[in-house]
């Protein structure tokens, strides 16, 4: 059964970069042929698509974000990763990885990680 | 962005009742609709794919309908697990987006 579980720190300071990883277990990310996702939601709000990894590295990303979101994928250790620069309150959110439907860039999400808060603040 | 509006915001109900939710979108997205339920503290669980796909394991009281710009997500008999927020999402178009949910609420 596949799952995911996000990992990172929980606190980030204003302007500095925020760092998560999301670990796969139960499926291998390098034959899954899968896109793999980060969404996050922003306390009592709604949900936002940040961007997406190709298991073979490609990336797709939210054109709001796009200049500060970097998405990797390290198949070795089967985990992908967001970072995302210059981050001020608004980036304040609980940030959840997502694997598509049918593995897709322009799909729907059917396994999601429990989610990792991250608040910005000094 | 395809910008998607659901209605209500709050939704007040009683165990029994039906109940419908309404998500709108600013352009045709045929039927590349999601339905999501999420409960306090833990992720979204995908509902109902494709417009009206019910996805395994999800009780047949829920239901999905709709095509084009509109849609609807119908409980047919609340119950008391069904208390929480639904969510939208269309992926037609990149980049998908969410509508900004219904609260379920106990009345």
């Known amino acids: 059964q596949l799952q995911l579980q996000e990992s990172g720190p929980g606190l980030v300071k204003p302007s500095e970069t925020l760092s998560l990883t999301c670990s796969v277990s139960?499926?291998?990310?390098?034959?899954?042929?899968?896109?793999w996702g980060w969404i996050r939601q922003p306390p009592g709000k709604g949900l936002e698509w940040i961007g997406s990894v190709y298991f073979s590295g490609g990336t797709f990303y939210n054109p709001s974000l796009k200049s500060r979101v970097t998405i990797s994928v390290d198949t070795s250790k089967n985990h992908f990763s967001l970072k995302l620069s210059s981050v001020t309150a608004a980036d304040t959110a609980v940030y959840h990885c997502?694997?598509?439907?049918?593995?897709?860039?322009?799909?729907?999400?059917?396994?999601w990680g429990q989610g990792s808060m991250v608040t910005v603040s000094s | 962005d395809i910008q998607m509006t659901q209605s209500p915001s709050t939704l007040s109900a009683s165990v029994g009742d039906r109940v419908t939710i309404t998500c709108r979108a600013s352009q045709t997205i045929f039927s590349w609709l999601a339905w999501y339920q999420q409960k306090p503290g833990k992720a979204p669980k995908l509902l109902i794919y494709k417009a009206s796909d019910l996805q395994s394991g999800v009780p047949s009281r829920f239901s999905g309908s709709g095509s084009g710009t509109e849609f609807t997500l119908a409980i047919s008999s609340l119950q008391p697990d069904d208390f929480a927020t639904y969510y939208c999402q269309q992926y037609h178009t990149y980049p998908v987006t969410f509508g900004q949910g219904t609260k379920v609420e106990i009345k």
């Open positions: 997502a694997r598509p439907v049918n593995r897709g860039i322009n799909d729907g999400f059917d396994i």
């Open positions: 139960g499926g291998s990310i390098s034959g899954s042929g899968s896109y």
